[in-house]
């Protein structure tokens, strides 16, 4: 039983969000920016996409036009941040990872998703597949921004949203889980916000 | 890495129950809360904690606050601004008392954190209330000798919001090596002579000079703050990975 503090009330939850909103997040209205360090401005001339083998080998790269020639969705959907916002109702355009995956041979359990400016986050590889990840590109019916990922970021709703990487350029697949930037640090290796999944050991 | 997190794993961060043993008013919007945290394992200046309030029915809200305390000092403090359309914040700042108890656990974050005796100098830039974990740096730089080459930025609406106005006068007055600049955004007292306008890439290079070799810079506050600062640091030729940014947005609290 949590400790009860004299005197708090709270600010109570609107129902219609109620069963949408985890355990121990609040929602916002606007949308908080946080990245460990300055936000890289990568051209798109020189931006590229690459599917790595755990060896090393690029397997698949796309150039800026050749991913955004790739067909694309549109997802609606809840974000949850580990720093206890939550936002509802985001609309992001997307290509779908299994898309990016599809012609690649391989037999990976993980996947290391890395980034500009030096980000990198694990997942499972079956997190990523079966509609539930995004390279995104856009955001709100625009083109991302940099401070929010752009010119494009991973999209993993279901996690919390560091697993999200912002201006992601690739991802390496592993045989085991490898622990990325805030994974070693102190922050999940999963990472499931309703099982609140913040910090090593929850 | 790996094995540092399957250590992790069996030992989860405890929620521990922190008591409030002295409230001090800092600005008309933030206090410093020194808590006794039974068995509290210690912390790296720049860290944060997480607060965890219950109320009757059950209902938890959650917030993250950095410490402000260095780590060689017995209190836990945390710096809290009330924002007043927060959950949280107005509740540590107003409702609560001395003797109050409250859930917490921590340290959190590895990344946004300074030791002292790390090479190089060491550079901040605050804005707001982002000045409360470049404090808990420069209080733990000062218990260990105050030998690194420091410097502080730090933009604030008007004097009155500047945070730990005096000890920070303070410690420069007795550091050679550590230099403060302020800047003022909205109002100034009447002959100030300091800056007067938001952090811009000018700024930067008189406060902090030509990048060096080694080093660390850290900025803290509002998300454009902190856009504008880092970049403006990079433009001067820093090292991207030598700047290390934690941001707060409008919202929360």
Redesign the interface.
């Known amino acids: 039983m949590a400790f009860v503090s004299r005197g708090f009330r709270g600010r109570r939850r609107d129902p219609a969000e109620s069963g949408r909103v985890p355990p121990g997040q609040y929602t916002v209205d606007d949308f908080p920016v946080l990245s460990a360090g300055p936000t890289p401005h990568t051209p798109l001339e020189v931006w590229s996409f690459s599917i790595i083998a755990s060896s090393g080998d690029v397997l698949r790269r796309w150039s800026w036009d050749e991913f955004r020639a790739l067909p694309s969705e549109t997802v609606t959907t809840d974000i949850h941040c580990v720093t206890k916002w939550s936002k509802l109702d985001t609309v992001w355009e997307g290509v779908p990872v299994e898309r990016l995956l599809e012609d690649v041979e391989q037999d990976a359990g993980y996947v290391l998703a890395f980034c500009d400016g030096g980000y990198t986050t694990n997942l499972p590889l079956e997190d990523v597949l079966d509609g539930q990840a995004w390279v995104a590109f856009a955001y709100d019916g625009e083109p991302l921004e940099p401070e929010h990922g752009g010119p494009a970021r991973l999209l993993v709703p279901h996690l919390y949203f560091w697993k999200s990487a912002k201006w992601v350029r690739g991802l390496r697949l592993l045989d085991e889980d490898e622990p990325g930037f805030w994974e070693a640090l102190g922050y999940h290796l999963y990472g499931d916000p309703w099982r609140e999944q913040r910090y090593w050991g929850d | ?2 094995g ?2 399957v250590l ?6 405890a ?1 521990r ?1 922190a008591e409030a043993v002295e409230i001090v008013p800092e600005t008309p919007r933030a206090s410093t809360l020194v808590l006794d945290v039974p068995d509290w394992p210690g912390h790296r200046a720049g860290q944060h904690v ?1 607060v ?5 029915d ?7 606050y950095s410490i402000a305390s260095a780590p060689e000092e017995a209190g836990l403090a945390l710096t809290v601004e009330r924002l007043d359309d927060g ?1 949280v914040s107005p ?1 540590l700042v107003g ?1 609560l008392r001395p003797g ?4 917490l656990r921590g340290p ?5 954190v300074w030791e002292a005796g790390t090479a190089g100098s060491l550079h901040l830039v605050g804005g707001g209330s982002g000045l409360v974990p470049l404090m808990a740096m420069l209080r733990h730089r000062a218990a260990a000798g105050g030998g690194t080459p420091t410097r502080l930025l730090l933009s604030a609406r008007s004097l009155q919001d500047v945070l730990y106005r005096d000890e920070l006068e303070q410690l420069a007055a007795e550091n050679g090596d550590l230099r403060v600049a302020l800047t003022l955004t909205r109002e100034r007292p009447p002959g100030w002579t300091g800056y007067d306008r938001r952090v811009d890439e000018a700024m930067l290079a008189e406060v902090f000079g030509p990048p060096a070799a080694d080093g660390l810079a850290f900025v803290c506050g509002p ?1 454009r703050f ?2 504008a600062a ?2 403006g ?2 433009a001067l030729g820093y090292d ?2 030598r ?3 934690e ?6 609290g």
């Open positions: 890495m790996a540092a997190a992790g794993r069996l030992t989860p961060l929620w129950l997480d965890r309030l219950t109320a009757e059950g209902y938890q809200a959650q917030r993250s959950e509740y409702e109050d108890r409250f859930e959190i974050g590895g990344y946004f998300t902190v856009e880092a970049s640091l990079v991207p990975s700047v290390r940014t941001r707060f947005g409008p919202t929360g």
